[in-house]
């Protein structure tokens, strides 16, 4: 067996529903994977902390409405989703930032299926696809502006089925019907210049209502992709010409778009970040999805890597990652640093960690989350200069009394 087959089956199993942003009841299912070989490093140094930047020119027109700094000792956030932020509780959430350490929300604004949170202006092109969830995105902000809590934006890119239902030219068909995963989800096609276009407008909306960063998620082709290559029918459009394999040509569609959205948000001073697999910084690239961990960090202002411990399975030779949230971690983020360390222009590293119970595991490969074990996570990083991170629990309930107040070397 060659080495180009060992990986393709080493990310069929990594990808089997591994995913950070399920929104059902429970938490998302694990990755599954094979450990490589253990590496023996040192503890990689502190990176540089990030350096104030003079404001980037505005668009004609625009003036940000709000006013943000950035967190002086690095963004340490919770995820928000829409209709969170409609209700009651959200009011808690404000009061668990306001009185820990944390300083900043990554707040839902396209979701999962397609969909914004909040209704545009009328006659807006996305008018059709506004939700009723965020009320007021101006108070909202303004909100956010007075308890000096750090405002990110998700905006989920290729995963959305509406757009796919829609422009079934954009998606991927099969026997005539666009093209859904096990869960029922459809995903555009990161080669379409027209679905980087669509998105990046949306951000560039969300850029003048007043969020300082954009966290695009999903930026990628759908998991197991390789497998699916020949008997799906999509258009590979301008990549079509190009003289690469179609690994290659996935991974320069999906790293173009990144640029491409770096670029295009400039004018707006706001930074750009990017969900990530972990594995896909411990592998050359991800042959299915498109994912080059490098490329991609290369193009990015931060890059969050969703670790959760309970999505590694026997990983750097840690048999059962989720009972080690530790050890995992500090392994990963060792991997980590080397790569980033050796890119010219290095990102932040704002890394997706756990404060879930994943019971779905079953008995003995997993351990109640609570105090300590997003403690461990957070030390881990810590330990290997990593100062920021964000906090995934699908339901918004975090856990209480944690310390998320950086080591001091």
């Given amino acids: 067996m060659n080495y180009k087959t060992l990986i393709v089956l080493l990310v069929s199993f990594l990808l089997i529903g591994c995913s950070n942003q399920e929104k059902s009841t429970g938490q998302p299912p694990p990755s599954e994977s094979s450990a490589p070989e253990k590496q023996e490093s040192k503890v990689a140094k502190e990176p540089e902390a990030k350096k104030p930047v003079a404001k980037k ?47 900043s929300m990554v ?40 308890k000096k809590i750090y405002p990110i934006a998700r905006v989920v890119v290729f995963k959305d089925s509406h ?13 005539g019907k666009v093209w859904k995963n096990k869960r029922g989800e459809s995903f555009v096609n990161p080669f379409m210049k027209e679905v980087w276009e669509y998105n990046v407008q949306i951000a560039k909306e969300v850029a003048k209502m007043g969020f300082k960063d954009i966290q695009f998620d999903y930026v990628r082709f759908p998991e197991g992709f390789e497998t699916r290559d020949s008997s799906l029918k999509y258009s590979q459009g301008d990549y079509s010409q190009v003289e690469k394999d179609n ?7 999906v790293t173009d778009f990144v640029a491409y959205a770096k670029k295009e948000l400039e004018p707006f001073n706001v930074d750009v970040s990017v969900d990530i697999f972990g594995y896909s910084a411990t592998l050359p690239e991800a042959p299915g999805i498109g994912q080059n961990f490098s490329k991609i960090s290369a193009n990015v202002d931060a890059i969050s890597s969703m670790i959760y411990p309970s ?31 050796a890119l010219e222009n290095r990102p932040i590293s704002r890394p997706w960690i756990q404060d879930f119970t994943a019971s779905y ?49």
């Fill in 311 to 341: 999505h590694w399975t026997s990983y750097f030779g840690i048999e059962k990652p989720d009972l080690q949230p530790y050890e995992i971690i500090n392994e990963y983020a060792k991997y980590e640093n080397k790569v980033l360390d």
């Fill in 163 to 175: 757009l796919a239902t829609k422009r079934p030219d954009l998606s991927f068909t099969e026997n």
């Fill in 57 to 103: 020119p505005e668009p004609e027109g625009f003036k940000a409405p709000f006013s943000f700094d950035y967190p002086k000792d690095g963004v340490k956030g919770i995820y928000v989703t829409g209709p969170t932020v409609s209700v009651s509780r959200f009011e808690e959430l404000l009061n668990l930032v306001e009185a820990t350490e944390l300083n």
């Fill in 247 to 253: 690994v290659q040509k996935r991974v320069d569609a």
């Fill in 361 to 409: 595991l079953g008995a003995g490969n997993y351990k109640t989350y609570g105090k300590a074990e997003v403690e461990a996570q957070i030390r881990a990083l810590n330990e290997n200069g990593i100062k920021e991170f964000l906090l995934w629990n699908a339901s918004n309930r975090y856990t209480k009394g944690v310390d998320y107040t950086p080591l001091t070397p």
């Fill in 107 to 146: 707040i839902d604004i396209k979701d999962d299926f397609g969909k914004l949170q909040y209704k545009p202006e009328e006659g807006s092109r996305f008018e059709e696809i506004g939700g009723p969830y965020i009320k007021d995105p101006n108070k909202l902000l303004k909100t956010l502006e007075e």
